[in-house]
């Protein structure tokens, strides 16, 4: 079975700073993997995923993921952050094949943006 | 509709009242989830329909918790004799089921409040 771990609960950054959210996941098999936001007080909403090809995947509002295979990795980037990305960030697995199971989420990673 | 669509938005009842959640997905949508979300936490999973098939109930907290779906259509969640702690947003979700990547399409959510 598959898991999830996003090792930071919170990460406070300065508005048009850099920022990086880490997950790592593990599974015995191939993997999609995704990343989904959640604004205050609104449901999931869908960031960007990785099903197969490029390595490196753009999603929306300017943020980007890396999947890492060798180091299981797959980390949220945005060069420069806005106050508007404050939110909670869930990365999420599933195994090729086992679509019909749904995701494996992490904690979550609460980004605080401070002006 | 165009998304999974949650009712009501918000719940306040008081302790030990039954309350009903409705989630209607997005059509084909073959798979259906409810997590709950407690305040300031990640995802817990509840309970999973794929199709016709017997549903995952594994994450169900206890009895007084049920869940029905009729073919693929709209799913209630019950909870029976609200106690506080089941306090939480109770978000639905979607999926293709086998046929996808297991990638979710979430609802707004019904933010529940048992005084």
């Known amino acids: 079975a598959q898991s999830v771990t996003q090792l930071d609960s919170q990460v406070p950054v300065f508005e048009e700073a850099p920022v990086e959210l880490r997950c790592n996941y593990s599974s015995s098999v191939s993997v999609y993997l995704f990343w989904y936001v959640q604004y205050p007080n609104q449901g999931l909403q869908l960031l960007l995923k990785?099903?197969?090809?490029s390595t490196l995947v753009k999603g929306i509002n300017g943020f980007e993921a890396e999947f890492n295979k060798s180091q299981t990795s797959f980390h949220l980037r945005k060069p420069s952050v806005h106050i508007s990305d404050t939110a909670e960030y869930f990365c999420a697995v599933s195994e090729w094949g086992g679509g019909a199971d749904g995701l494996t989420f992490g904690k979550g990673t609460h980004l605080i943006i401070q002006p | 509709g165009a998304g999974v669509s949650q009712s009501p938005s918000n719940k306040v009842t008081e302790k030990g009242k039954d309350v009903e959640l409705r989630c209607d997905p997005i059509s084909g949508h073959t798979a259906l989830y409810w997590y709950r979300q407690r305040l300031g936490q990640g995802l817990e999973f509840l309970i999973y329909f794929q199709g016709n098939s017997a549903p995952d109930k594994s994450g169900l907290p206890s009895d007084r918790f049920s869940a029905e779906r009729t073919g693929e259509s709209v799913s209630t969640l019950t909870i029976q004799r609200t106690q506080q702690e089941d306090s939480a947003v109770y978000l639905c979700?979607?999926?293709?089921?086998?046929?996808?990547?297991?990638?979710?399409?979430f609802g707004e959510g019904s933010r529940l409040t048992v005084l």
């Open positions: 990785y099903l197969s090809g």
């Open positions: 979700a979607s999926s293709l089921g086998g046929r996808g990547t297991g990638e979710l399409f």
